[in-house]
């Protein structure tokens, strides 16, 4: 007859006598070790050619051990963006150096108004109240400008007062008025007059040379002050 282990599934070709007829008899399984008690069946067997198994149990066919098993591990792959994230990615940087693009021109124009404050409350002269607001006082009138060689010259008519501006700057400027003032020997200002300017601009390193007459002097005056005017 065949057994086959209930836990293994190998069969096994043996004798019925082997098995002590009806009462039966503990097996085991060369295979797996599992033992179980197996009894002749009700209906006896055809014997066949099976004398020469007679108390030996063995298996009718035996497999060779399962290789034990082996763990592969496998390179992870990269994810790879997905299309719409590289756009949303373009899109954020694009907007981000828009940004700083325009910041610093802001930062440009407003470093200009700074800068150039003096020539901006002379086109506008309100813009002198925004900037002291702001605490930026405006530049000092005639920033750049030099006035020179200044020479005053008497007659028994009159005192004539001459000289230049220098533009010691690098762009053109404006010219403002002048104060021309004379004091006397303690340094006090007897008499003063504001003369428009000899040509309204100035390029850079250019001279402008001015010239204008006391027709009744002070009899107290002997010197002379020239200064830009306030607007």
């Known amino acids: 007859m065949i057994l086959s282990c209930s836990v293994c ?11 002590h007829g009806q009462s039966g008899r503990t097996v085991r399984c060369r295979n797996c070790g599992h033992t179980w ?44 963006p997905e ?10 940087w694009g907007a981000l150096r828009w940004f700083v693009v325009a910041a610093l ?9 700074v800068v150039a404050r003096g020539a901006i409350v002379a086109l506008w002269p309100p813009a002198a109240r925004l900037y002291s607001l702001a605490g930026l006082l405006p530049e000092p009138l005639g920033v750049d400008l030099k006035i020179e060689k200044l020479v005053p010259s008497r007659t028994p008519e009159e005192l004539t007062i001459e000289g230049d501006i220098t533009n010691n700057g690098r762009t053109t400027q404006d010219l403002p008025r002048l104060r021309v003032a004379l004091r006397d020997s303690a340094e006090k200002e007897v008499q003063f007059k504001i003369i428009d300017p000899p040509q309204p601009r100035l390029a850079p390193g250019a001279v402008a040379h001015f010239k204008t007459p006391f027709a009744h002097p002070e009899d107290t005056a002997k010197g002379v002050v020239v200064t830009f005017a306030k607007q």
């Open 37 to 80: 008690h197996q009894r002749v069946p009700p209906e006896p067997l055809a014997n066949g050619d099976a004398g020469n198994t007679r108390g030996r149990i063995e298996p009718a066919l035996e497999l060779p051990p399962r290789p034990p098993a082996t763990l592969e591990v496998q390179a992870r792959p990269r994810p790879v």
């Open 105 to 113: 021109l802001t930062l440009a124009v407003l470093a200009g108004v």
């Open 83 to 92: 299309p719409h994230r590289q756009d949303a990615d373009r899109k954020r």
């Open 9 to 19: 599934r190998t069969r096994y070709l043996v004798d019925e006598s082997s098995l």
